[in-house]
């Protein structure tokens, strides 16, 4: 039983840092409705040097990482049918928004970016989200 528990507690570390993403956006979208939380999209291109980056001295911080619970996280690929439709201005990879459950664009963002500024920018997002439902009847 001893063992048990040292390999759980062993393990742990190496679970926590996991964000778990969609792929397509009618998915994350239904989510997002349904478990009533904005969601944050990621547009990345394979080969993007600034997104591994972003994706591994950004997004995979622990402070990041447990921020990033209080959204649906949606990983799109620059040129992918969903990216087209859905955000047909990116040119340039990563590229960031916080969207809202309705579909409504809160925030973006292109570019690599640091820990600070992610979490200026996801806090300016939380505003125009807080602002947005106080206006509603």
Avoid at 30 to 36: F, K, L, N, S
Avoid at 89 to 108: E, K, M, N, R, W
Wanted: proline letters at 4%; aromatic letters at 14%.
């Amino acid at each position: 039983m001893q063992r048990i528990i040292w390999i759980f507690l062993m393990a742990a570390p190496l679970l926590a840092g996991k964000l778990t993403w969609y792929h397509a956006y009618d998915q994350a979208m239904a989510q997002a409705r349904a478990v009533h939380k904005n969601v944050y999209v990621f547009i990345d291109a394979p080969g993007c040097s600034y997104c591994e980056r972003m994706r591994h001295s950004v997004l995979e911080r622990p402070d990041v990482v447990h921020s990033l619970a209080d959204y649906v996280l949606l990983n799109l690929k620059l040129g992918s049918r969903d990216t087209r439709k859905h955000f047909p201005h990116v040119q340039v990879t990563p590229t960031s928004y916080f969207v809202a459950t309705d579909g409504t664009i809160l925030l973006d963002f292109a570019g690599y970016t640091n820990e600070e500024f992610f979490f200026w920018r996801m806090a300016d997002a939380e505003r125009i989200a807080a602002a947005r439902t106080n206006k509603q009847p």
